[in-house]
């Protein structure tokens, strides 16, 4: 994870400390550069990572989040830029 993405997982963690009974996917997304599988597994990898962060930054119980990688299947923007593929780096969150 990136340091600029620390102030909105701060702003998760206490979401999610403050509403016990809300329950989250995380899912994690790629550019369309490597192959298909590799994508994937860095798409699954890159929602795990912030599962595991909340989880144990925050004494979110795991339960409450679930993950799913989708790989390159899913693009916020083109990849036809460098900008594009940026975006498309990203992990989105979604209530359950």
């Given amino acids: 994870m990136r340091p ?3 102030p909105t997982l701060k702003q998760i ?5 403050q509403h016990p009974d809300l329950k989250l996917t995380i899912e994690g ?5 490597g192959g298909d599988a ?3 597994t860095l798409s699954e990898k890159r929602a795990a990572a912030v599962k595991q ?3 144990s930054a925050y004494s979110i119980d795991a339960g409450r989040l679930a993950t799913k990688g ?3 299947s ?10 594009g593929r940026q975006n498309n780096r990203r992990v989105e969150l979604v209530k359950m």
Avoid: C, I, R
Wanted: glycine share 10%; net charge negative.
């Fill in 4 to 6: 600029e993405s620390t």
């Fill in 13 to 17: 963690g206490g979401m999610l400390t």
């Fill in 29 to 33: 997304h790629t550019d369309n550069v």
């Fill in 38 to 40: 590799a994508n994937q």
């Fill in 53 to 55: 962060y909340l989880v």
């Fill in 70 to 72: 989708f790989g390159a």
């Fill in 74 to 83: 899913k693009p916020a923007s083109p990849n036809t830029t460098p900008e």
